[in-house]
């Protein structure tokens, strides 16, 4: 028998080696994808926003009473006397006001007079030998009064009593809403029965059926913003008016919602292959 050279073998291993390697290799090949991922399930996707419009119930009315002790200049000494009488003074006007506010059937717990402020104020005092302004100064005593209402009707007939009372300056009136969550509730269910509409009428004309809810999110949450009612007057140009008729209208408030809907699709018309997703937005 012939012997087999050693070069001959190291052939034959190699080529034995190269047959195993195509063999295995065939087989991974050929094998089924038994662990591969199945094509994710058809989805609708929709975006939907809304709103409501709702009428205030409740109004804030600020207001602000003051009283300035005399201006003198820098150079004088000031007189605690003359803060104490512009105090005196300050405190029977509010006592008055309120008083007044009760007698249009507010409740005390409605009224709110607010804490004592004092301020130093320089003021424009008259021409001096050299023709130049003298600065002077003097102290402000302030108390910001707050009422608030729960029935509109009362709204025109306390603005009267108020400028009636000789308030400085009134700033204006808030209006709001007594219980916000129902109204920022009810904005939300709003879009997402918008989103449910829209999806239903999609799959629909798809030949499509609606399966389980698989994500729900808000893009905008229920925004609230109260409505203002700029109304600033001075006392002076306040009183000459407030023998007119006053009429306001708190108009409405609205507030936006928005959400975002994931629905699964079922039934043999869903298409069944990866990446299947109908989309939809507002």
């Not at 009283?67 to 007189?79: H, M, V, Y």
């Not at 509010?94 to 005390?108: C, P, V, Y």
């Amino acid at each position: 028998m012939k012997a087999i050279s050693p070069i001959s073998q190291r052939l034959r291993s190699q080529f034995l080696g190269y047959g195993l390697l195509g063999s295995a290799l065939l087989a991974l090949l050929s094998a089924p994808l038994a662990h591969a991922s199945p094509p994710p399930q058809p989805s609708l996707h929709v975006q939907a926003q809304s709103w409501v419009e709702v009428e205030p119930d409740k109004a804030t009315l600020n207001a602000r009473l003051w009283e300035n002790t005399p201006a003198l200049s820098t150079l004088e000494e000031s007189d605690s006397s003359a803060l104490s009488d512009a105090r005196e003074r300050l405190e029977t006007r509010a006592s008055e006001l309120i008083a007044q506010m009760e007698a249009t059937g507010l409740k005390r717990s409605a009224i709110n007079a607010g804490s004592l402020n004092v301020y130093p104020e320089h003021v424009q005092g008259p021409r001096n030998d050299d023709g130049e302004h003298e600065t002077l100064q003097r102290t402000r005593l302030e108390r910001p009064i707050t009422v608030e209402l729960t029935d509109l009707d009362q709204l025109s007939e306390v603005l009267d009593a108020l400028i009636a009372a000789g308030v400085n300056s009134l700033d204006g009136v808030q209006f709001d809403l007594q219980d916000r969550d129902a109204a920022t509730d009810e904005a939300l269910v709003k879009a997402l029965e918008k989103a449910q509409h829209k999806a239903n009428l999609m799959a629909d004309s798809l030949d499509a059926e609606l399966g389980h809810v698989q994500r729900i999110e808000e893009t905008q949450s229920p925004i609230f913003q109260p409505r203002m009612m700029a109304m600033r007057a001075e006392s002076d140009s306040a009183a000459n008016q407030s023998g007119a008729a006053s009429d306001y209208s708190p108009g409405t408030i609205r507030i936006d919602a928005g959400v975002s809907v994931e629905w699964a699709l079922k039934g043999p018309d869903a298409p069944r292959h990866p990446g299947s997703d109908v989309a939809a937005q507002e």
